[in-house]
C-alpha cells in the first residue's frame, strides 16, 4: 500500500513539473532569489515579440556605506553603469522551447561579477525555477522561489 500512495505521489508531482513547464507564460511573475544581505526579487515579463525579460526589481542590500543607492558599476555597457541595482535587467529575449519545455535563447547578466553567459531556465517542482548560466560548457544553477 505504501508503494502505491508513494508512486501516485510521485506521479502528482512530476504532472506538477510538467504542467508548469508546459505554457510559455508560466515563467511570468516574480521570484526569490538569494539569501541574506544577497537577497534580491527578479520580475519576468513578457515583451511584445512574446520572448521573456528579467529584472531585478528589489535588493536586500541597495544602499552603500553612504547612504546612497548602488548603481551597476560592473556593466560592460558603460552607458548603464549608473542604473540603480534594484532596476537592473538581467535578460530580454528569453524564448520557451516547447520542444524541450525550458526556456532558452538567452544570455543571463550577472551584476556582482559584470558579465554575461547562456541562460536557460526550467521549473524543478512547484514554483521552483532553476536558472542555469554557462560560458565553454561550465555551468551554474540557483533556484528561484516563485512569489504566489
Known sequence: MKKLILAVSALFLSLGIFAQNNKAD?????????????????KITQ??????????????DLYDEAGKIKTD???????????PMDKVVIFSGLQYDAEK????????YDPGRGIK????????????????????????????????
Open 26 to 42: 508560466n515563467i511570468l511573475g516574480v521570484y526569490n532569489c538569494g539569501a541574506g544581505k544577497d537577497a534580491y526579487k527578479v
Open 47 to 60: 515583451l511584445s515579440d512574446g520572448t521573456f525579460k528579467g529584472a531585478v526589481c528589489w535588493t536586500a
Open 73 to 83: 558599476t560592473k556593466n560592460p555597457d558603460k552607458s548603464l553603469r549608473n542604473v
Open 101 to 108: 519545455q525550458q526556456w532558452s535563447g538567452a544570455k543571463i
Open 117 to 148: 553567459v547562456k541562460m536557460t531556465a526550467k521549473f524543478e517542482g512547484p514554483g521552483k525555477l532553476v536558472v542555469r548560466g554557462t560560458v565553454l560548457g561550465i555551468g551554474e544553477s540557483v533556484t528561484w522561489i516563485k512569489e504566489k
